[in-house]
Each structure stands twice: as C-alpha cells, then as structure tokens.
C-alpha cells in the first residue's frame, strides 16, 4: 500500500529543497551534471573546429575570431575580446557545476578505488574501461581546464599569431598536448554516455562506434592545428605583431 | 542445538510450500519455510507450459467447467485418482488463477478479433469475443477437451514463483535458505517438527512446529535423466517414509515427459504440442496419427511417451551417441511465435543442442518427468497416519494424479492443493497447541547426529556418488516407461543390495561444515529406500494403469488393482518397504471406471462399475432438469473450506444473460 | 574419430569457515565429452577428484539463476556453458563478487536477493487487499502483459550484479536487479504505488541516480533483459517526479 511506504533513507520531510541532502537533489544533481556535461561536449566540439580553421589558412581563422567576437557588431568590425573573458568566466562557472555533480562519482576510498580496479582486472568490461578512461581525465581536466579558462580570461587575445604566440613562445603546447586528448576522450565518451544513460538512442554500439570515430577524427584535427600554431610561431619574431589580412 | 519454534513449518519453498505458508500467515499464525535452495530457484520455476482452469475464456474454450476438467482429470488418471480431491482442485483452479492475478502474475491476455493458430499442421483462424478482450487466456495442452491451459508466455512457473514468493516477502515470511530437513521429529502418532541440517555451518537445528508441512516436490532423480532439477531427490518422501508410521502413495507411478532433449534430459514444453508442434520419427514422418487417430501428438502424456518409444523399437528413431531420438518439429509456427511464446524453448535449443528450432527439428525422448506418487494424505492433505504431518505438490499423493497427470495440471495442484490445504493446515494450527517434548527433540537430533559421526568418523568404504549412480542406472534400466516382472524383480534385488551397501558409506572430505560429499551420502541413503519403494510398487501392480506400463501384464485391471499402492517402512533395518493397498470405492465415484480414450479398450472391469453406473443414471433420472451443480452434488459431495465453496464465474454466464436481455 | 580434448579448469578455492584456508586456485583436468557442460564438468570434479567441491546447481537448465560464475572473465550461468566454446581448452572459474562467499565458487545471491526485495519492496501492490476470487478477474491490455511478463524474466541470478563496477564501488547501490524489478512494477497497472512513492525508493544516490551507465548489466544479462532502456525509462520517469516531501513548502 502506498501509505505503508517507507522511505528506506531518511527522507526528511522537513527539510527544504535548498537543502542538498533533500531526496529531489538526486535527480537535480543527475540532470544537472548531464545537461552542463551536453554544454561543455558540443561547446568543446565547436571549440576545436574553430580553432582548427588555422588549417584552411590565417585568413580564415582570422574572420573566424572576428566573427565570434562580434566583429559584426563593433564599429572596427574587429570585435571585443570582452566576450572571450566574458565567456570564459561563464564557461568556467559551467565546468564547476559540471566538477561539482560529477565529484560524486568518484571513488572517494581507497576501498572504493581497490574495488574498481580489482574488477577491471577480474571482469574486463568496455563500457567500464571507457568510464574508467573518463573518470581519469575527468579528473586531470579539472586541474587543466580552469589553467585554460583562467589564462584565456586574463589574456582574451586570439588571432593566428597572438594564438600561435600562446602556443609556442608561452608553451601553452605543454598544456594543449595534455588536455587534447583529455577532453576529446571526456568529451565524446561523455556525451555517448548521456545518450544511453537517458534513453536517447537505442542503438547502442553503433553509437559507440561513432563516438570512436568522433574521438579519432577530433584529435587529427586538433593535433594538426596545435602543430600548424607551433610551425607558425617558429615562423614568427618577437615581438609579435598581431595578423591582419592583406587587402 | 538450537530449537526454534514456530506454528506452521514448511519444508520446501516452491510454489505449494510458499502458498501453504502464506494461508497460515494471513490467519495470524507464524509460518516459517525451510529450502535448501532461496525459494526463487525452486523447481516450480521450470514449469514452463501453464496451468489448468477451467475459466472458459478464449473462443476454444468456451463450454469449459469444473465438469470437463474433472472429467478429463480423472480420465487422465486412468481411474486412479481419488475423485472428491479431483473435484475439490477443478473447483478451486479457477479461483486460484484469479488470485494470482491480483498478486502480481501477468497471465498472458485473450486478444479480441482473429488470430491465426495452428492445429493439426494447419493454420486455423480463431475469433474471440469483443467481451473476452483482457481476460486470461489458454491454450491447448494433452488430455484437455477444452482449451484450458493458462499461461505467461512459456514462463509460466517462474511467473507464479516469483509472484507467489513475492507475497510471502511481502508478509515477511521467513525462509531458512539452505537447510535440509533429515528427521521428522515424532511419537508414532503425532509430527512434532524436524530435525534439519545448514549447508553451510552443517549446524543440528531442531524445528517444532504446530503442524508440518512436507512440499519437497518429487523424487525424479532417482533416475539417471530426468527433466526433474537436480535437488528432486525424493528427500521429502524419505523424512516421511523414515518415520516408519507414514505412507506412501502410488510411488509406481511416474511419468515420462515425451519431449525432453537428447541427451541432458530438459525439458521442451507441451506447449511446443499444444501450439501445433509434431513429432516426426527418422525418416521425417509423422507418425502420432497412426498410433492415436484423434488426440494425435496430444494424448495424454503417458500415451505419447509409450507410442514414442514403441515407435523407436520398431526401429524408426534416430540414432545418435546417445541411443536413438525421435523429432519435435516447431517450424510450422513460424518464428515470431518461436521467439514469444516459446522462447525459453528457443534458448534451451540455441544453448544446450546449439540448434535454431525456427528452422531446426529438436532431438527429444521420452525421459522422467513426474511423480504421481507421493507422500499419502488424506483430503486435507494431511497423512492418514501422523496427525500434524501435511504434504502437498507433487511430494504428496493428495491423490489428483492417480497413474499419469495431465500437463497443466502440477502447476495448477500447486498453487490450488496449496490454497485449500494451506487452509486447512491452518486449522490445524489455530484447533491445536504446541506440543513441545525435549527429550524426543534430543532424541532424534541425536539419532541424526550419530548418522553424520559414523560418516565421518566411520572406516565405511562405499562412495556415495557411486552407490547414486548405480542406483540411478538400475531405475533408467529397469523401472522405466516399459516394465516386467522379470526386470523389476532385479531391480528389486539390486537397489536392497545397493542399500545394504549404503550401511557402509565412507567419506573422504571430512568436513562438518559445507561438504557436498557428505550431503551426498545423507542423500543417498534415503534415496535408496524411495527408490525401492517405486520398485516394490512396480513390481507387484500387476496390471498397466496409466504411466505403469506393464508388459507381461497390458491390460487395465480394475477388478484386481483398483486401488491406491500404500509403502511404508516400519523396520528401520529391513531392506525391503511394506506394501499394503487402499481400494478405491467404485461406489463413491461420480464417474465409474470407463475407456479412456486410447488404443484398444481391454480393460477388466470391476464388478462394481455397472452397478454404480445404473445407481448414477437413476440418481440423475430423479432430479430431472437441474442446475449441473446439484447433479454434482448428488452424485458425489465434496468438502471444501468455506472460503472456497462459491461458485466460479464464467463469461459465459454474463454472455448467455446479455443475450437474454437484447 | 579425434581423440576427446584434455579441458585444464582453473577454480577458485577457498572455504572461509576454515580459518587454515586461504584463497587459491587450483588446477584440474577434465576428459572433453560431446555436449560437456561447466554443469557437467564441475559435477565430474567433484565425483571423481574433488568432493570437497562447492558450486551451486539447481535446475540446469538456465532458468533457476542458481549457477551464475564469472567464467574466463565474464560472469554467466555456468549450466548452459559449453566446454566446446572454449578452444583453448582452458576454463577459469571464479565467484561472483558482490556477494557472500558460501565457499569455492557458491555465493549467497539468495540472501542478498531477499534483502533487496525487503528493502525496496518488490512485490505488487493492489489497490485493493481483498479481492473476489469467485468473479471474473479484471481485465488487462494483452499488450501490457506481454511487456511485464518480458520484465519479469528475472532469474535473479546476481550477474548484472557482479558485472556493475558501480555496485562493487558501492556497496548500497541496489543494481540493475533491483531497478529492473521496480520498473517492472511501475508500468504493471495493477500496482497502486505513485511515481513519488517509487521515487523515495530509488531517486537516490543509491538507486537510480547513483548508476551510472556503465552498462556490466547489459552485457552480461543470461536472459538479455532490456537493462539500457529500462534504467533510461526509470531515470527519465523518476526526474519528471517531484517528491511528495517538497509539496511542504
């Protein structure tokens, strides 16, 4: 009988929502870690697509600057790199509530940690495999990507060389060649991983087996360009003087 | 050791020990189940076909009642059944059914409109009523004239297990997984309880209950194949035939199931029949129709076991490593049906034979199936002999079954035999106290205890699982579809041998505590005797009598044999059971001995039979125009617990008053 | 004909009530026959090399649920598992984790599986207790049947169990079993319980929202029950439902 029914955690009937022990704050945290994790995945495919136009050529990475700056918008037709701190900070606040809802699945014991190991080794499993793969760069993005954000908001300049100046005179590489894989492999598995969990799709292997060829071709691309910013800061002398198309 | 006390006690946890245990909980006593398995594994979850009842729903059953299937019950016992309990489970089938709707069982739905089935090897078009839309549906099985069989899909025991026990955990009932009952504790009179071992610590617990209930199912192990799960080792008839003052019935009678595969023996349902299935010998042939022009591959079970392996003697089956097969043909249902309703069949096919029964044909063989027999009870379901000692399911000879059961009808005596003898076991408890006798209790935990010392400690030599497997050949040997004297004689002879042997048992893992070994050798022990029990059994019963096929002696006789075989073991060291019989009274039946249906009728008749039939014409020329019930009732009144006497409903009855009013 | 292969069978062994014992596998070998099963393999072992053996059978047949194991990696029944699916001949048998080790390779799914069913109440309940057993039962969508009985195929065999790494990091986690059965449950129209009712069962950390579609369940269900989709279903009905407790404020 429904009346008999007897929560088996404490469910606090007095508690309010605000209170995140409140039983509604499970399916809040699941929705929200989700929904912020959708954000961050297609923002971060976008993310590398434009900053893979270098590959078609300075111009076209240029326009593709202007244009997401509000170059339209602004008298000069150069944009404001406000937007980028602007966004950035936003993106920040994003990748924390993300960091927040996804920190309970960490193991947190040592125990917790034996156990996963232990059976990854006894009952090799994929999708487990994959998780696995996921929580570890899960947990280095949440060092690196706050590096990223931070730098990008103290320092919004992005153009070929300035961001080939980045790349290359800053060592910004040293941090790229870590975090490319790890947020495509994040990334990707992720938003495969928010498909099934929903319900989303139900054809679940072929799925996966885009979500592999996504994680392949994303990091051809993105490691391309980091090598085109790296060719392309050899090239340049210091200081760097900012590109402007020629006509 | 430890006592622990409860009202009703009940060894077994599969569908007939959980309802038995639900009906005294739901009157307020305590009721406490003990498995040796978690009551969700429990056989019951292997059958897969359905259960009887009479409800009438689906257009090719409409007609159906109480009436037909106890006809057909009866029929299918070969007149060796006792009536008033076959008319007290037709009563109840389809109340049962309508209760474990409401405890969770998704019966599978009639579906209004047309539908195409197959019957006979030709595809038919069945319309059924707007008004029978929702409602429980059936299919057709061996033996039925109506269809009659209700189901879920082809899972139907797991359904009703796990509902059934899902009820139980609901009302908290307790069930001491893991335990095996080895001594019921008693006075020669009265059943105290039982003295029962943990698999696990191998801990002594006594168990002292109000009333007892033994719902062990069947002791189909004894065979070397069997359809059977490997725990149905006869252990629940052993508890009562070791009490030296409780019987056993019909242990003769057991049954052969037609289609299990070769060679690990499981079971393919009946429902792969009833759906329009066929069996085909080697050269492809159907061969059924020959031997039974009307029922074809849907005569009883007996019937269909025997003309197989007549069949495979005139050479016909098909060879294989294992000894010869013959073929069940489900591809003319198509795979959809395959893939729905007969699924477990399907996976059963695809894991253990490797084939696709979409497109393959299924090697099967008749092999063990079912127990008639049991422990004896009365119609309460209580033994006749030990006062608070109960048995129900096919541990019991409640006696529903006579000779051969018909498919649907062990699942439904279950949850139905559960339910009113669940009722009166409940009786029992609130009409009696506990009697509580310490010294008997350490009596009979000391006699156990000695038992399980000697095996220890003991310099027997004998193996345990030797002695098992010989017993086992002898049964498939000798004791098998096929009997004569000549055979049961030596199989008589060899299985007193074997448990004489069995006196000098040793161990080689001597643990206390979990040792499968010495399980095996407390098994084993108590195999032997309801083994020799099927034996004796066979062997006397001179006549063939549904699944007793004898070949020295064809014919039915109910002159001689119309009667009920009753074992018993009264001294403990003798090799041998003692035999006595129980006449069934042809004057008290509502439906004397008759043809049944198959084959030549070469029945001797008893002398009664015709004098009861003329009694029974008169008795119904009397009462002239009246409702069937009152017929009923003249010829042969029945008891049941109040609660279940209301008539069944039927929507035929709301039909045929619609019809009067338009 | 070839001669019959040589099976090498590396079994885990321990017997937690002996305090002299400690975890081990051994070594066995067993003659290949046609058809040979892990049932009938481990059956041969123990009759004729090893009767201190423990396993657990029941039905052998793949429906009691009794015999799950993890078998060269991959938790199954071990009944319906042919030796011949093995080419290498070689067979290794472990326990199920997540569960109370009896000995060698038997497990105490029963217990943990009554505990489950206790603690989220997984059982039908009518809206009405009493019901008229004489009268025509209640009609229900055929199609709504055959979708339960599909959910409830069940053998509780504790392989999605073992097989969820979430499970083994938690020890409260209640599975893809016990989910499974609650939604089961929840689209049987029979049942009088709310979604919000449902909801303080496993709208928790340790129910629903505590998976996280890892999918062991999936893989590895003997009887290839709908894991996926119905945690999905569960998840997206659960986060539509606002619990009773808020209407408070």
Redesign the interface.
Known sequence: ??TN?L???S???????KDFS???W??R???LQSLSGIMLGVFIVMHLHFESSILLGKEAFYHVVQFLEGGVFSESGHGYPLLTQIFSAFMLLVVIVHAVFAL??F?TQLG?WQ??R???Q???????KI?FWQMVTGFGLFFMVPVHLFTMMLDPAIGPHLSAERVYYDNAWLLYVLLLPAVVVHAIFGLY?VC????LV?Q?FALLKLAKIIVAYLLVIGVASLIAYIVIGRSLELPIIPYVPMN | MQIIYTDTLVIGAGLAGLRVAIASKERGLDALVLSLIPAKRSHSAAAQGGMQASLGNTVKGLGDDEDVHFQDTVKGSDWGCDQTVARMFAHCAPKAVRELANWGVPWTRVTKGDRQVIVNAEKVTLTEAEEAHGLINARDFGGTKKWRTCYTADGTGHSLLYAVDNKAISLGIPVHERMEALKIIHDGKRCHGVIARCLITGELRAYIAKSTTIATGGYGRIYEVSTNAIICEGIGQALALETGVATLGNMEAVQFHPTAIVPVGILTTEGCRGDGGLLRDKDGYRFMPDYEPEKKELASRDVVSRRMTEHMRKGKGVDSPYGPHLWLDITLLGRKHIETNLREVKEICENFLGIDPAKDWIPVRPTQHYSMGGIRTNHTGESPQLAGLFSVGEAACWDMHGFNRLGGNSLAETVVGGMIIGKYVADYGEQHPLDINTALIEQFGATLKTEIDQLIEGTGTENAFDLKLAMQKIMMDRVGIFRNGAELQQAVDELSALLERAKNIGLNCKKRHANPELVEALRVKRMLKVALTVACGANARTESRGAHSREDYPQRNDKDWLNRTLASWPDENSLLPTLSYEALDVMQMELPPGYRGYGVNNAISHPDTEKRQQQIDDILAQLGEVDRHVKQAALMPFELPAALRPHNERLSDTLVTRGDKA | MDSPRTIRFDIFRFDPQDPQDSPKMVTYEVTEAPGMTVFIALNMLREQQDPSLQFDFVCRAGICGSCAMVINGKPTLACRTLTANYPEGKITLMPLPGFELIGDLSVNTGKFMRELAERLQLWLQPNADVVNIHGLETPMDPEEAAKLYELERCVECGVCVSACATKQMRDTFVGAVGMMKIARFEMDSRDARSADDFYHVIGNQDGVFGCMTLLGCQDTCPKDLPHMQQIAYLRRKMAQTIPDSNRII
Not at chain 1, 196 to 199: A, E, M
């Open positions: 009988m429904a029914f929560p088996n955690n469910t606090n009937k007095g508690h309010f929502i409140h039983p509604i499970a399916a945290a699941d929705k309970r699945r193991p917790q156990a996963l232990k059976q990854m006894f009952l090799p499993h994929e999708d487990t998780w991983r099934v969990k929903w319900g139900s679940r």
